[in-house]
């Protein structure tokens, strides 16, 4: 996985890093702010990968620590608490969606065409670290004014599938369905990839993508038979 | 809600109960093995209720005591700990969807009409409180042994949803598709009403149901106008 370096400080949260990927320990020299972004992102991934396996009550700053191969204290230089690391997970998360969001609305086409490629970009969010640890772990566990601010980001980007499904709807190009149930079945069914996918399996987040976005946009109804108005009705 | 009476332990789970629906408390007298049943029934259920609403772990047996107006050894006498009721609601939801798949395979049809209706009773099931604490709680805080037992109940489930859908496939009334992928991608979007799902709330689950289904089998790609070979396409 390429690593920004030089002198600024790295972009969070980086270039796409497949679920559970080793993170490079990154104590060693060098520019000093690039240096602590990069330790600082080391332990926020470090720690949503723990979590998304062994889910956050279980999981312990030790561990992060153990597994950056640094001490606890060093990490507490970095983040002040357990809390405070699992709203900085999930903000960069739902930062990552809404960014996507953005970038799908700026390149323009039909509101099917940028909610498909919404679609897309979701998929491949929630199958990183981040974006897997909005879903595995979400904001339930912290207290009532962090859970407020993610929650209003959530609505914000349940709020934009909404939008533009029915935009879609007003342009001829999604189907009639009602926009807030419509949302909320996308946002399950894309969601639900991050729960149960395992960066070490066979099947890849594009063609899981593809397979599940494809259920979701044409159905699994078997489209009516393209001959039924001629000779095959004529034969029944 | 009509409650089972008589002398016969009440059948678990009972008539369809609204998510966190106010339990009666049983504490009165009547038929031995009856009270027995409908108690422990109370217990489980109220717990299933306090679980979905605040998590498992913000949840205690003294509050479940509180709720049924009991005090906690009675609480005792029903269930051994908070993992036991836990793992009783869960079993009791998933046991809730398996006789849901049974009954409509029983009843016959295409593998698609048996489709449609094993997803109108897993909205039904995850709506009401031990099917809605399958998705929102699940296996994940139990111990081993437990959590296993309860993974292999819903591999089982995903099994015969995929198993449908290969059916479908095959005798033509479900579209060309992944049948496993198809499957979570249905789970996905079915299972996060129970997340979301608020009892208390405008949406009814047959309405939640009718459109999120509709979505899932219809597709939200707008159908290509039905006059487009006509007139219309001699317009542009």
Redesign the interface.
């Known amino acids: 996985m390429p690593e920004p370096r030089g002198g600024r400080p790295a972009p969070r949260p980086g270039p796409r890093a497949a679920a559970g990927a080793p993170v490079a320990s990154p104590w060693q020299p060098g520019g000093r702010e690039a240096q602590r972004a990069l330790k600082r992102d080391a332990v926020l991934r470090t720690a949503a990968q723990l979590f998304n396996e062994k889910?956050y009550?279980a999981s312990t700053l030790e561990e992060v620590a153990e597994r950056l191969g640094v001490s606890k204290p060093t990490v507490y230089y970095y983040v002040d608490s357990k809390d405070a690391i699992l709203y900085e997970c999930v903000k960069t998360g739902l930062e990552m969606l809404q960014q996507a969001v953005r970038e799908v609305d700026a390149a323009g086409g039909s509101a099917?065409q940028k909610?498909l490629a919404a679609m897309h970009a979701y998929v491949d969010i929630v199958t990183q670290d981040f974006g897997m640890c909005v879903i595995r772990v979400g904001e339930?566990?912290l207290p009532p004014a962090a859970r407020q601010k993610l929650r209003r980001m959530k609505a914000g980007l349940d709020h934009e599938f909404r939008e533009l499904?029915r935009q879609?709807i007003a342009e001829?190009?999604?189907?009639d369905?009602?926009p807030k149930?419509?949302a909320?079945?996308?946002?399950?069914?894309?969601?639900?990839?991050g729960?149960?996918y395992d960066p070490g399996g066979a099947?890849d987040p594009a063609g899981?993508a593809a397979?599940?976005i494809?259920?979701?946009?044409?159905?699994?109804?078997?489209?009516p038979a393209p001959a039924a108005t001629g000779r095959r009705r004529a034969a029944r």
Do not use: N, Q
């Open positions: 889910g009550a099917y909610l339930d566990p499904i879609g001829g190009s999604i189907a369905c009602d149930l419509a909320f079945t996308l946002a399950g069914a894309l969601s639900w990839i729960r149960w099947l899981i397979a599940c494809g259920v979701l946009t044409r159905g699994l109804a078997a489209p």
